[in-house]
């Protein structure tokens, strides 16, 4: 376990991969839409690899989501995923598309599904790009895939987990509110790669004034 000890200078940078990823794609999707959107404080999470289903089932509320998923290439490695409700995802693609926030019982159009690829593509892109940017470092992803049902169905969708008991979980949350939209991106990194590029960071190299201490207090 001592390759997973990491500096306690350090210890933000963890903290500040979670935020900069969901504050990465906030920006984005604001880009796109037009509307006002946050991110949230963000969620770390150590859990064992069985619990990992229980988690997302406990923190989403409808069984019907739409969830875009990508494998990470490039350390840390590992996976992300998009987890947003049937509704919350018809009134994003609405209002891009400029036709009103209102939604109904109907499948999604043809228009409707082109626009969640884009989101999946820009949201996909936009939070590897903040990673990136903490970690100093380029990361090279699979091309974003989508899965519609509960969130042990988007588990199952992805096949090629990493043979460890134990999970890193980081929660994130982007809301819109001026349109009750509201996803949750859950970021699967390997735990030992990302302590590795850690290790490589120059402590000295990261100014005091641009660190915000670590909240780890939703940790579990």
């Given at each position: ?140 992803h ?48 390997e ?11 120059d ?18």
């Open positions: 376990m001592d390759s997973l000890k990491v500096d306690v200078r350090k210890l933000h940078l963890f903290n500040g991969l979670a935020k900069e990823g969901a504050e990465t794609v906030a920006d984005h999707l604001q880009q796109m839409s037009g509307l006002e959107t946050t991110a949230s404080v963000s969620k770390l999470n150590f859990l064992d690899f069985d619990d990992v289903s229980t988690h997302l089932k406990t923190e989403t509320q409808s069984d019907s989501h739409v969830g875009i998923y990508t494998e990470l290439e490039d350390p840390p490695h590992g996976y992300l995923l998009f987890l947003v409700s049937r509704a919350e995802s018809k009134r994003l693609t609405n209002a891009m598309l400029g036709q009103g926030t209102e939604t109904d019982g109907s499948g999604f159009s043809d228009m409707q599904k082109s626009a969640i690829q884009e989101v999946g593509n820009i949201m996909t892109s936009a939070f590897i790009d903040g990673w990136a940017n903490v970690l100093g470092t380029t990361i090279a699979s091309p974003p895939r989508f899965a519609y049902g509960d969130s042990e169905t988007m588990l199952g969708e992805i096949t090629e987990w990493p043979d460890t008991d134990i999970v890193f979980v980081i929660d994130s949350e982007i809301t819109a509110a001026e349109v009750d939209f509201s996803l949750t991106c859950y970021t699967f990194p735990l030992e790669p990302l302590v590795d590029l850690i290790h490589g960071i402590v000295d190299s990261v100014a005091d004034a641009e660190t915000a201490p670590a909240d780890f207090s939703e940790l579990v």
